[in-house]
């Protein structure tokens, strides 16, 4: 393998110290200043190989991203002749068509500005919608890395009797699918009718024989998805329920709206850092970067 210097934020330092060590890697942490008048200033620490990734998960987009294109930049400055994003959680993935007059195509916009300042994107269960592949969103080399593998590891590890892996709407077939048959599980999946943002109605047409369920779902913000399904399934006497998501964007209240509803656990992989985190994705992206630079 080639090698590499890994640089992150103060926020991104634990995941970056763990692929890291899987790399046998150095860590590098950036420091950022901010002006009073809001703007920043980043400063890549010294000395910049040729080879250099920048890991941080772009949860809360707004205020991370100009600092990760200001540290792309650095880099290069500094002499770095390759720079890989490592972003486990990449913002707006979703917004892949304009649906009304007046509104930008999201993803596109991303694309091109990550695009313009980095050479290669991974990531991890993109949150595509129509768009089939992440390499097809970007002009330069990218790889949305599935979650499934380290997701099923914990769910064998618990050792989950009589259980089924459950996924809210179609959305969610290829990766409950997957783990699923990683996990020798049956799975099922229901069908999500979206009322609003926070309002969704999900029907299970499937009859299951099982005596408890495993939710999984790529993303968890509001928690409504989740705490619908979890609710489904124990007016059906299906217990305990457990809910496993890859990106833990829990909004204020979200959790006990879940926990209300019936779960018995919910656990999160640490793409976002979160106190539900237990599964590591170190190892699949120290993986991927392995394989790409060697």
């Known amino acids: 393998m080639t090698a590499v210097k890994i640089h992150a934020f103060a926020d ?3 995941l970056a110290r763990r692929i ?84 930008p195509l999201s993803q596109q916009v991303l694309a091109r500005l990550l695009g313009a300042s980095f050479d290669r994107i991974i990531t991890l269960e993109a949150h595509l919608h129509r768009t089939e592949n992440l390499a097809d969103v970007f002009a330069i080399p990218a790889h949305s890395i599935p979650a499934a593998s380290a997701i099923a590891d914990w769910i064998r590890a618990q050792n989950y009797p009589y259980f089924a892996v459950i996924g809210p709407d179609s959305e969610s077939t290829q990766m409950v699918s997957a783990i699923a048959k990683l996990s020798a599980l049956p799975c099922a999946v229901g069908r999500k009718h979206r009322l609003a943002d926070r309002n969704v109605e999900i029907q299970l047409s499937q009859k299951l024989s099982t005596k408890g369920a495993i939710v999984v779902d790529d993303i968890a913000s509001s928690g ?9 399934l124990r007016s059906r006497r299906i217990a305990p329920v457990d809910v496993i998501v890859a ?10 709206l879940i926990r209300d509803a019936g779960a018995r656990k919910i656990i999160s992989c640490n793409s976002i850092t979160h106190p539900t985190n237990r599964i590591d994705i170190a190892p699949l992206l120290a993986d991927a970067l392995r394989s790409m630079t060697r």
């Open 247 to 256: 990106h833990a964007l829990f909004e204020r209240g979200a959790i006990s």
């Open 12 to 14: 991104s330092e634990s």
């Open 20 to 103: 890291g060590g899987l790399l046998k890697a150095p860590i590098a942490t950036a420091s950022v200043h901010r002006f009073p008048d809001g703007e920043t200033l980043v400063r890549a620490k010294l000395p910049v190989d040729r080879e250099a990734v920048v890991v941080r998960s772009l949860h809360d987009p707004n205020a991370k991203l100009i600092e990760v294109l200001l540290l792309g930049d650095a880099l290069r400055r500094a002499g770095a002749k390759r720079v890989t994003l490592v972003s486990p959680y990449l913002p707006y993935m979703r917004q892949d068509k304009v649906f009304h007059r007046g509104e």
């Open 224 to 232: 409504h998805t989740l705490a619908t399904i979890v609710r489904a």
